[in-house]
C-alpha cells in the first residue's frame, strides 16, 4: 500500500533513536509483551454508539466495517489504494478527520520509513482529541512472519514500532503479541517457548499497537 502523503517532513534520525530507546526501556523484550488472538480485539473497547471508525489498508478484510455492525450508531469508512477494492478512498488526505478510531493492520511494512512516519503525522491530524489509533506489523522475531511476502518494505521491531509511534506524536497505550490459532495450537506454542526465547524466536505473528495522541 502506498502511503499517498504528499507532503514530506524531514526526519531527525537522532530523535527517531532516542524515542526507540525509551520505549525499549519499558518494554525491554518482546517475549514480556502481554499478547492477545487478533489485533481488532485491542479496537473493541473503543467502539461504542456514535464511533467514526477510519480503516487504512483493510484488503478484503474490513475490520472497521465489521466492528461498526457489532455496535449500534458506529460508522466506518476505508482507504485503499487497490483498484479492485470495495473502498471509500483511495487517498487518506480524501477522508476528512474527526475520527475517534484509525485501524491500520499490517500496513506499514509495505511503506518506506518515511512514508510510514508521514502516515502516522496524517492519522494523528484525523483523529479527535482523545481518539485512539490501532496498528499491527509482523513481529520480526517470528521466522517468515515479515520475510514470506515479497511486498514487505520496513521491518519493525516492536520497540521500533513503539518508537515510531513515540517520534509522530503518539502516547503508546500498550504493545501486545498477537498469537493466533486455537487453544491446541496456542498450547503447542507455549511449550516450546522457553527453547524460542532462547534463541530468540517468537511464535506470535504479529506485533499491535494501541495509542493516542500524546497531550
Not at 492477545?36 to 485491542?42: D, F, I, M, N, T
Amino acid at each position: 500500500m502506498r502511503a499517498n502523503i504528499h507532503s514530506m517532513s524531514e526526519i531527525s534520525w537522532s530523535s527517531l533513536y532516542r524515542c526507540r530507546k525509551e520505549v525499549n526501556a519499558r518494554y525491554p523484550s518482546v517475549f514480556r509483551l502481554p499478547s492477545v488472538r487478533r489485533a481488532v480485539h485491542l479496537a473493541r473497547p473503543h467502539v461504542r454508539a456514535g464511533t467514526r471508525i477510519l480503516e487504512i489498508g483493510p484488503g478484503e478484510n474490513h475490520r472497521g466495517a465489521r466492528l461498526a455492525a457489532e455496535v449500534g450508531g458506529a460508522a466506518s469508512v476505508s482507504v485503499d489504494p487497490d483498484p479492485e477494492g470495495r473502498h471509500d478512498f483511495e487517498d487518506i488526505t480524501q477522508a476528512g478527520d474527526g475520527f475517534d478510531l484509525v485501524l491500520a493492520f499490517e500496513v506499514i511494512e509495505h511503506l518506506t520509513v518515511e512514508d510510514a512516519l508521514n502516515l502516522m503525522r496524517a492519522v494523528r491530524i484525523r483523529l479527535r482529541t482523545g481518539g485512539t489509533f490501532v496498528l499491527s506489523t509482523p513481529n520480526v522475531y517470528c521466522p517468515g512472519a515479515y520475510l514470506r511476502d515479497c511486498t514487505h518494505r520496513t521491518p519493525f521491531a516492536f520497540d521500533e514500532l513503539g518508537g515510531a509511534l513515540t517520534y509522530t506524536g503518539f502516547e503508546i497505550i500498550g504493545l501486545h503479541r498477537v498469537v493466533q490459532g486455537n487453544l491446541v495450537r496456542r498450547l503447542k506454542k507455549a511449550l516450546f517457548s522457553p527453547l524460542g526465547q532462547a534463541l530468540g524466536i517468537d511464535h506470535a505473528v504479529s506485533i499491535a499497537a494501541v495509542a493516542r495522541i500524546r497531550g
